[in-house]
T-cell receptor, first 111, second 115 residues
């Protein structure tokens, strides 16, 4: 069945470090791919998305490229900030507009 | 815009009691609402999809008589956990979507602890 696997956290980095959070998926057809972020005490927010192969989603300095050949959608940011500390969820959108989430990766950025 | 609220944000109840969780779309009409639950260090798992004015569609393995969902208006959906047991303790999250748009907007979640 459809599923998402993302790297387990927590991930701890120093401010201005480079960030990669790996995400791979299994799906039939051509799903949309998402990264959601959940800041402490808040609801999930859509961070970025890509709807077809080779699309690159980007927002707030974060990027992820839809790689069909490797079934991956890794999240990257060149220089993280303390304010990026949150839980990040990789997800795919399947039929009937349902979303399947990964387990989430907690990110801690140290000043 | 596109704010979704949940109430309460956390609740503690005794085993055997029922608990109602509200999900509201504050600035848009939510024709569809989704209910998820999340166990510690696990994914959000979709429990059910509800469309305003019609019965909810439950995912496989979710007891519809245990988790009652009502979506009586375009801004409110409720999830009632009936005869709660400790294994129902979890984080419940709703999301809302408006007609014609695929984006889902998520509430902040409700943490339920059943003693």
């Amino acid at each position: 069945g459809d599923s998402v696997t993302q790297m387990e956290g927590p991930v701890t980095l120093s401010e201005e470090a480079f960030l990669t959070i790996n995400c791979t998926y299994t799906a039939t057809g051509y799903p949309s791919l998402f990264w959601y972020v959940q800041y402490p005490g808040e609801g999930l927010q859509l961070l970025l998305k890509a709807t077809k192969a080779d699309d690159k989603g980007s927002n707030k300095g974060f990027e992820a490229t839809y790689r069909k050949e490797t079934t991956s959608f890794h999240l990257e940011k060149g220089s993280v900030q303390v304010s990026d500390s949150a839980v990040y969820f990789c997800a795919l959108g399947v039929r009937d507009d349902k979303i399947i989430f990964g387990k989430g990766t907690r990110l801690h950025i140290l000043p | 815009g596109a704010v979704v609220s949940q109430h309460p944000s956390w609740v503690i109840c005794k085993s055997g009691t029922s608990v109602k969780i509200e999900c509201r779309s504050l600035d848009f009409q939510a024709t569809t609402m989704f209910w998820y639950r999340q166990f510690p260090k696990q994914s959000l798992m979709l429990m059910a999809t509800s469309n305003e004015g019609s019965k909810a569609t439950y995912e496989q393995g979710v007891e519809k008589d245990k988790f009652l969902i009502n979506h009586a208006s375009l801004t409110l959906s409720t999830l009632t956990v009936t005869s709660a047991h400790p294994e129902d303790s979890s984080f419940y999250i709703c999301s809302a979507r408006t007609s014609g748009r695929r984006a889902q907007y998520f509430g902040p979640g409700t943490r339920l602890l059943v003693l």
